[in-house]
């Protein structure tokens, strides 16, 4: 008996079914043409224009809540209610501020990831956390009026349904 020219001994590589065999083929013929495309967008951006500026910004006061947005990546915008500025930072400090001259009102500490905007609206500051609760500030000191749990993480920031 001759023995088999192949080095391979032992029990048979099993093979995917050529249908199987077929579609992998498939996709990565057209994972690679996808790629190596160099299409043309669309709609090209058209050329910037110069123009004047109409205002100039002029800084009148400026501040840090806790310790900012560090490496969260959260739409965490402030939000103004009359001449009360709230802001609040990506661990749960959340503070108020006179508009007009930067000076703290009141400051909290939640103890609460924020992960969405802040929303001030009738005379309370709403806002959304990473374990999933939507809460109502008080806008005069801060005191939480109220939190609810919702079924996941808040990224937008919460407003209530009867506001305009």
């Known amino acids: 008996m001759n023995a088999p020219s192949c ?3 032992g029990t048979p590589r099993p093979r995917l079914p050529r249908a199987l065999r077929l ?13 190596a495309s160099k299409s ?8 910037l224009q110069a123009f004047e500026a109409s ?3 002029q800084e009148r006061w400026s ?3 806790g310790d900012g947005l560090g490496r969260a990546r959260y739409p965490i915008a402030p939000a103004r209610d009359g001449n009360r500025l709230f802001a609040a930072d990506a661990e749960g400090i959340v503070a108020a501020y006179n508009a007009d001259n930067g000076q ?9 990831d924020v992960s969405s905007a802040l929303n001030a609206i009738a005379g309370e500051l709403y806002f959304g956390t990473r374990n999933g609760e939507v809460l109502a500030l008080d806008q005069e000191n ?3 009026q109220w939190r609810s749990r919702v079924s996941s993480e ?8 009867n506001s305009n």
């Open 23 to 35: 579609v992998l083929g498939a996709s990565i013929v057209a994972l690679v043409a996808g790629c």
């Open 104 to 112: 703290r009102q009141w400051e909290v500490d939640l103890d609460a």
């Open 154 to 161: 808040v990224l937008a920031a919460p407003r209530p349904i």
């Open 142 to 144: 801060g005191s939480v």
């Open 7 to 9: 080095l391979h001994t």
């Open 63 to 65: 501040t840090r809540v």
């Open 55 to 57: 205002a100039e910004l």
């Open 40 to 47: 043309e967008p669309l709609y090209t951006p058209k050329e």
